[in-house]
């Protein structure tokens, strides 16, 4: 059973420095609010997993948390490159970035079979590019059955895995809809999962295209209203593209980048 | 009316991916021109084309290009949504796609593709976004059309870093000087079309390797009125 608890007595009783945490959300349902919460606790070392790699793990690179990133595409949606992530893989500040480096249908396949608990998952593509040469995670296998040359992922399991719903009952059930990306699946990896979510309420209506998590597969459930923001909650509010916009030229410079989020994430204290 | 010197380079090179989009195709686009292309295509010509996007939304019908991949609007006007290991496994992998739109820093004779750096991959001069779902785009998609501007810094001898291999299946670049297809036999990069007012030597000068030209070469139709009013009333 999932406690319902604070973001901060979630984060803090189960993110540890030196983790490997998947922040999942296919640009709807970014998980922000937690990725802030992470920031605040000042965790170090982590190994961050995302399949977008958006503002938040600029973010939270930004501000030193992490030390490797797994990931299959780096950049602000529609819009460009990060420039935190830039400037610690170019220059290595404030810390160096280690990276492992799929592509998305590569690094999905290490999600489900890491759901599944088997060591790999498969797919076409991939050992012809340049990439295998950079990701220790794959490699080419032979079908048992055509010979057939195929692509080896080995799974992802994180130590946890946090996202963002639209909403919980009081037990804990999670239900989440919309774009549903890859949050099952992450949840499912992991050794534990913390969940925030929009509201909790007593029982979850029905909505067409929703995934349900049980509370029995999850550590943690945690109100946070506006907890995807600057993206987007299906039903709730929607994408805020000036903020996107406006984090090019917050995030260019390195001063203006900590002024910023000394302002509106370290100093700001979650309901 | 006269439109030779009334339209840009970006807007004859969208113009012209939007032509490539067929009616009733399925077609997975990413954000950016790509986008723009499929919106003015289902505007015009393609009414009935289904829009894929990576974050799982099939057949999505934006009125205006989205910012990001997985916009609310797309997930409200979609026929259905999927997760992501959906999309890329039973949909693109399990060959669904009729054609994929992709754009690129860099391009090779062949059209592989780099969207990953400019320079050497552990020290990069420049670090860009990666692959995304770009490998799978060209292994599973029938047919790709690239779209990006033509310069040797683009069309290059060797890629810096081999993210995307090329799509066994027909390729068609589109850019802002020309249009090139891969040849069926040799699968290399020949300019098919020239776009109205550029001469063949100043798309060979953007190509940085001795680039074939197709003995049947045409020029490529201006943009109408319909599609260039259409196009500026999108962005």
């Known amino acids: 059973m ?55 793990c600029d973010q939270m690179i930004g501000m030193g948390c992490v030390r490797k990133l797994v990931f299959s595409w780096a950049g602000n949606p529609g819009l460009g490159l990060l420039h935190r992530f830039r400037d610690a893989v170019e220059k290595g500040w404030p810390v160096p970035l280690e990276l492992e480096e799929h592509n998305h249908a590569g690094l999905t396949v290490a999600f489900t079979a890491g759901a599944a608990r088997l060591p790999f998952g498969i797919l076409r593509g991939y050992t ?24 080896a992922v080995r799974a992802v399991n994180p130590d946890v895995a946090i996202i963002h719903a639209q909403r919980a009952d009081t037990q804990g059930n999670v239900q989440l809809w919309g774009i549903i990306g890859i949050q099952k699946e992450a949840v499912l990896a992991a050794k534990t999962a913390i969940v925030t979510v929009e509201e909790i309420c007593d029982r979850l209506e029905p909505v067409a295209n929703s995934v349900i998590l049980p509370s029995w597969v999850l550590a943690a459930v945690v109100h946070a209203p506006r907890g995807a923001l600057p993206s987007y909650a299906h039903g709730y509010y929607t994408r805020d593209n000036d903020f996107y916009r406006e984090w090019d030229s917050i995030a260019r410079d390195r001063d203006r980048f900590k002024e910023w989020m000394a302002q509106n994430v370290l100093q700001c204290v979650p309901a | 009316m006269n439109h030779a010197a009334e339209y840009t380079p970006d807007e004859i090179m969208t113009i012209a991916a939007a032509r490539k989009f067929r009616d009733r195709a399925t077609c997975f686009v990413g954000v950016g021109l790509p986008s723009i292309a499929a919106c003015l295509a289902r505007q015009l010509h393609a009414p009935d084309i289904v829009l894929v996007y990576e974050s799982g939304a099939i057949g999505a019908r934006p009125a205006k ?43 090779d004779r062949f059209a592989n593709l780099n969207s990953t750096v400019i320079g050497r991959y552990d020290s990069p001069k420049v670090r860009m976004p990666g692959a995304g779902g770009a490998p799978q785009i060209t292994t599973g998609a029938r047919e790709i059309v690239v779209v990006l501007r033509q310069t040797t810094r683009s069309f290059v001898s060797e890629l810096d870093f081999l993210t995307t291999a090329r799509c066994k299946g027909p390729t068609t670049v589109i850019t802002d000087l020309g249009i090139l297809e891969t040849h069926p036999a040799t699968a290399e990069l020949t300019l098919t079309s020239r776009h109205p007012g550029i001469d063949v030597d100043q798309i060979r000068e953007a190509t940085a390797w001795p680039l074939k030209v197709s003995d049947s070469l045409r020029e490529t139709d201006p943009p109408t009125d319909l599609e260039l009013s259409t196009l500026r009333e999108l962005q």
């Open chain 2, 65 to 107: 290009p989205p910012l990001s991949i997985a916009d609310e609007e797309l997930a409200e006007t979609a026929d259905f949504i999927v997760s992501v290991p959906e999309i890329f496994s039973y949909w693109l992998q399990g060959g669904r796609i009729d054609i994929g739109f992709l754009g690129a820093a860099q391009i």
């Open chain 1, 2 to 56: 999932a406690k319902v608890t604070t973001l901060k007595d979630a984060i803090a009783e189960f993110v540890h420095d030196g983790d490997l945490v998947a922040a999942e959300g296919f640009s709807h349902l970014v998980p922000f609010a937690a990725g802030h919460e992470i920031i605040r606790q000042q965790r170090r070392d982590l190994t961050l997993v995302r399949l977008s790699a958006d503002l938040i």
């Open chain 1, 128 to 151: 012809e590019t340049d990439l295998v040469n950079h990701t220790s995670g794959v490699r080419a296998i032979e079908c048992p059955f055509t010979g057939e040359k195929i692509a």
